[in-house]
């Protein structure tokens, strides 16, 4: 646990670096009676907290697809093709890190995914081209038209890495790969069935700061 904290932390640092600016104050005070000299440090936040949205494209996928009814595997399938899949995400950028509300939309072979995350998005250097990493958790609904399953609800998350440009303080782009996953529970027929997939996804992005 000790090396996960502390693993953490020093993750995390960039965005410490990005959200604040230290101000070395030194305050000299001398002590006539033991010669003895005090020093006081300040630090001052200067985070600036801007809006943005953006709209993201994915351009293919590598997914593995498990499917299960009353325990038992029905299909265990993986595939690699172009995805349709399309998001928008609205949120808050501080110095950089941005943290938002992502929607997205899939469709794929009389399958449909729906999800809503939240992303947190974490850049290392601040210059026009940065390396970031983002982490993500939601929930998603899931609709297969041969099963008459209608938006069933189910859990999904992702983690991934990817290179950001800035063309102004405004504009950008986002080349990313992603790993994500989602997995549904749900009743069909009278028998309970899972459903669960995972894999990575080229995505990209273009977004405005305002």
Known sequence: MKKIICTTLYLLLP??????????????????????????????????????????????????TKEKLDGETLSDVDTTSINTGTSLSI?????????????????????????????????????????????SAGIGFISIDSLDVDNEIGFSYGIGAGIKYSFNDNTYVKVGLEYA?????????????????????LTTGLGYRF
């Open 15 to 64: 965005c410490y670096a990005f959200a604040t600016d230290a101000i070395d104050t030194t305050d000299l005070t001398d002590d006539s009676s033991g010669g003895l000299y005090t020093y006081h440090y300040s630090y001052e936040l200067n985070i600036d907290k801007r809006f943005f949205i953006e709209y993201g494209v994915s351009i293919f996928s590598s997914v593995g």
């Open 91 to 135: 949120g808050a950028d501080f110095n950089g890190i941005q943290l938002a509300f992502t929607p997205s939309y899939s469709y794929q072979e009389e399958t449909s995914l729906f999800d809503m995350k939240i992303k947190l998005d974490v850049p290392f250097l601040d210059t026009k081209l940065q390396p970031y990493v983002s982490l």
């Open 181 to 201: 996953s989602t997995s549904f529970d749900f009743v069909v027929y009278g028998y309970g069935a899972n459903i669960s997939e995972s894999g990575f996804g």
